[in-house]
Every structure is written in structure tokens, then in C-alpha cells.
């Protein structure tokens, strides 16, 4: 500050050549009026404003206690629609839906109404014997089988006759005419054997053949729980079904008809 002060004595010295008052004869500066404190005509006198038209309509005016009553009877008129209406419907199709859950009525009834199914031990099994080739491939693994065994049996039986045209008698011939009879009796048990395996297959032909027809000719072959049902259960599930598509269609009745109270309140509108 003393540095400024100096600097402003130094230019009012050299420059300036104003004398300098003393401090106490300075005078308080007045006080000065920056902005003027006015309210606007609209609010300073709104009725001069609006004119006889705009005062008519503050005078239509409905009182507060005219918008309280109908903010009220809106409300009661809601609350009439929900206990009477809402609350009700809502609650009647809970404790449908929760009678019909808790019973599995619609499950039941859509059970009756499909095929049992075969149980997946059955399908493996038919899987399985689609892929090991089904009775073709039994008949050709048999075939190969008695192929087999004639071709054995005929060498066999000349392995047999020349033997047999030996005279000499010796160790070495003695174990081999044991041996062929040895084979002679394997082969004729295995014959025995093949006889019994062609039985059993003849017995279980058309059981494999259909084993292999496939899934959807099988199924067909299963009846539904419908077929298994006596008259009056039949009888039964047709009262359920209809008793069920009749809750249906009212619940899809009552829906509309809340819907249609619902705009009938929005078009009551007593404050018009």
C-alpha cells in the first residue's frame, strides 16, 4: 500500500498538480439508489388486468371443498371397484387355480387324453436291437453258423473214412480216430445246440421283428389311459374338462367385465 501510495502522490506531484484535502474535511459519501423496488400491474392489481371476462371466470370458480369432495368420491368409487369387484374376482381365481393344482386336474385330464409312452427301459432295449441288426442279423449269423457246421462235418467224416482205410495199428492212429470221434460228438452237440437256438428264435421272431419296427409303430401299439378307463371314469373326466373350459371362459368374462367398469369410472367424471 505505501508503495502505491507513493506512486499516486509522485504522478498528483508531477502530473496532476491537485491539492490534497485534508482527511477531515472529506465528506461521507450519500447514499445511492442502485435498483427501485416495483411490483408488476398483474400483480399490484390483477383485476384491473383480466378484465370482465377474467374476473367471470375466477367468480365460476368451484370452492376447495368442492375438489376435496370429488377427490374423495373418487377415491370411494376406486375402492368400491377393488373390494367389490377386484378383490373378489381375484381371490375366486386364486382359489380355482390352487383347488386345480393342488388335485393336478388339468395334468390328470391331459394324461387321458395322450398315450401312456414306453417306458425308456423299452426304447434302450429297441435301440439296441435296431443297432445289432434284429433278426436279419440273427438269420445271417445262423446261416454262417450251419454253413460252418456242414463244412465241419464233411471234413470231419473224410478225415474219418481215411482213417478208417488204414490197417496198420498204431498209437499215432488210435489218438486220431479218438480225436475225430472226439469232434464227431462236439459237432453233433453243437448241432443240438443250433437246433434249440432256431426254437428260440422262432419263438421270439415276430417279438424281435417288432422290437425293430421302430418307435413311432411301437407306441401306436400302446394303449391310451382313455382305453383303460371304465364308462363312468370316462364319464367323470368329460364333467372335469367341461367344468374346466366353462371356469375358463368366465374368468375370461369377468376379465372383460372389470375392464369395461374400469372405463366406465374413467368416463364418470362428475367434475365436467
Not at 104 to 109: F, G, I, K, M, W
Not at 145 to 174: C, E, G, V, Y
Not at 184 to 203: G, M, N, Q, T
Not at 227 to 241: D, G, I, W
Request: glycine share 2%; aromatic share 2%; charged share 30%.
Amino acid at each position: 500500500m505505501s508503495a502505491e501510495l507513493q506512486a499516486a502522490e509522485k504522478d498528483n506531484d508531477l502530473i496532476y498538480l491537485m491539492p490534497v484535502p485534508d482527511e477531515q474535511e472529506l465528506l461521507l459519501p450519500a447514499p445511492a439508489m442502485m435498483a427501485a423496488n416495483q411490483l408488476p400491474p398483474e400483480v399490484s392489481a390483477p383485476g384491473d388486468c383480466l378484465g370482465k371476462v377474467g374476473r367471470q371466470l375466477f367468480l365460476e370458480l368451484a370452492p376447495a371443498v368442492v375438489h376435496e369432495a370429488l377427490k374423495l368420491y373418487q377415491q370411494r368409487r376406486e375402492d368400491l371397484i377393488d373390494d367389490k369387484v377386484t378383490r373378489v374376482y381375484r381371490r375366486l381365481t386364486e382359489e380355482r387355480e390352487t383347488t386345480i393344482r393342488e388335485t393336478q386336474t388339468r395334468a390328470l385330464l391331459q394324461t387321458l387324453e395322450q398315450p401312456i409312452g414306453l417306458p425308456p427301459s423299452l426304447i434302450a432295449s429297441a435301440q439296441d436291437i435296431r443297432a445289432k441288426g434284429g433278426m436279419q442279423e440273427l438269420d445271417a449269423l445262423m446261416e454262417h453258423a450251419d454253413t460252418l457246421a456242414a463244412t465241419s462235418r464233411a471234413a470231419l467224416s473224410k478225415i474219418i473214412d481215411m482213417l478208417d482205410t488204414q490197417n496198420a495199428s498204431t498209437d499215432i492212429l488210435a489218438a486220431l480216430k479218438s480225436r475225430a470221434r472226439t469232434l464227431s460228438s462236439k459237432l453233433e452237440a453243437a448241432a443240438k445246440s443250433d437246433s434249440l437256438v432256431k426254437e428260440r428264435a422262432s419263438i421270439w421272431r415276430e417279438r424281435v421283428e417288432l422290437m425293430t419296427s421302430g418307435q413311432e409303430h411301437l407306441e401306436k401299439l400302446i394303449p391310451s389311459y382313455q382305453e383303460t378307463l371304465s364308462r363312468e371314469e370316462n364319464s367323470c373326466a368329460a364333467v372335469l374338462r367341461h367344468l374346466i373350459a366353462r371356469a375358463d371362459k368366465l374368468e375370461k368374462r369377468t376379465e372383460e367385465e372389470e375392464a369395461s367398469i374400469r372405463h366406465a369410472i374413467k368416463e364418470d367424471n362428475i367434475g365436467k
